[in-house]
Every structure is written in structure tokens, then in C-alpha cells.
Nanobody, 122 residues
């Protein structure tokens, strides 16, 4: 199993930038495909980005392409989400997730963090 703890959320103005992090427990972090999901108030959780084990392969939701970048540091057991050009509609709780398997896509994530709130003010 892996335990995930997000950090770095907060309040940012429209057009600003923010980086959220997810620290994973355990020694086998590089065995997991990692992803970020988000849930806005009153909406269902949606996938944002996914990154493969080596960090080469990734998936991005259309709404964040060109603005968000996912990366991982396997030596630090950490995955990052760099967000720029933030919009009010990016306001959500951002969740880190992990899964085994081979598909670098938003399906069948097994382990979830508690989430970190990102609020983008107008």
C-alpha cells in the first residue's frame, strides 16, 4: 500500500500560479502511476493529469493543457502539480492518487490522499 499526503494548496488570484505537492510513503513509489484529480463545489470529482512511472508519459485533461504540468521525483517519493494562468473555475479540492498497472490514464486509481484546497479569486 501507499499513503499520500497533499500540500501546497491555498488562495491565489486569477492568472496566478501555484504548485501543489503529494508525498507518498513506502519504498516502491516508482512502481505507481500517479495522478491528480479535483472536485469543485457541487460537482463530481474529475481527472486533471496522470503521469507514468518514469515521468515520461502523461495524460492531461483538455481544460488544463498548456497551463498545468505534472512531474515526479522518485528519489523524494513526491509528485508535483504546477499550475499557472489559474482561473476561478480551477477552484477545487485537489486530490493525489496512485495506482499500479500500466495504463497512464485516469482509470482505476487505488489509493487517494485527503486533498488540498485551491481557491482562485476573481
Amino acid at each position: 500500500q501507499v499513503q499520500l499526503v497533499e500540500s501546497g494548496g491555498g488562495l491565489v488570484q486569477t492568472g496566478g500560479s501555484l504548485r501543489v505537492s503529494c508525498a507518498a510513503s513506502g519504498r516502491t513509489f516508482n512502481n505507481y502511476i500517479m495522478g491528480w484529480f479535483r472536485q469543485a463545489p457541487g460537482k463530481e470529482r474529475e481527472p486533471v493529469v496522470v503521469i507514468g512511472r518514469s515521468g515520461v508519459t502523461s495524460y492531461y485533461a483538455d481544460s488544463v493543457k498548456g497551463r498545468f504540468t505534472i512531474s515526479r521525483d522518485n528519489a523524494k517519493n513526491t509528485v508535483y502539480l504546477q499550475m499557472k494562468s489559474l482561473k476561478p473555475e480551477d477552484t477545487a479540492v485537489y486530490f493525489c492518487a496512485a495506482k499500479r498497472g500500466v495504463r497512464v490514464d485516469p482509470s482505476q486509481f487505488e489509493y487517494w490522499g485527503q486533498g488540498t484546497l485551491v481557491t482562485v479569486s476573481e
